[in-house]
C-alpha cells in the first residue's frame, strides 16, 4: 500500500474508533472470499467498512471510481 493511502486509512480507523464505533464477534469468512456492498445509504459507509475491516482484523481490498480517489490509487 502507498504512503498515501495508508494515511487515508489511519484516517478511516481514527474516525471509527473515536465516534464510539466498535465491532462485536466475528465473521466466519472463508481464506478467500469475494464481498459486494452496495447500494450506499450514505457517504459513510465506505469509512464505517474500512473500520470494521480494520477492527475484524480482515485485509480487505477494495474498489472505486477514478474520481472518488484524488490522491491516486490505493
Known amino acids: 500500500m502507498r ?3 495508508r494515511a487515508v486509512k489511519r484516517g478511516f480507523v481514527r474516525w471509527f474508533e473515536g465516534g464510539g464505533w466498535s465491532v462485536r464477534g466475528a465473521l466466519p469468512l472463508p481464506d478467500k472470499a469475494v464481498v459486494m456492498g452496495g447500494p450506499h445509504t450514505s457517504n459513510w459507509d465506505f469509512l464505517v ?6 477492527a475484524l482484523g480482515v485485509k480487505a ?3 472505486g471510481k477514478a474520481s472518488l480517489f484524488r490522491w491516486g490509487p490505493m
Not at 467498512?49 to 480494520?54: H, R
Open 61 to 63: 481490498n477494495y474498489i
Open 49 to 54: 467498512f474500512v473500520g470494521a475491516m480494520e
Open 3 to 5: 504512503v498515501p493511502a
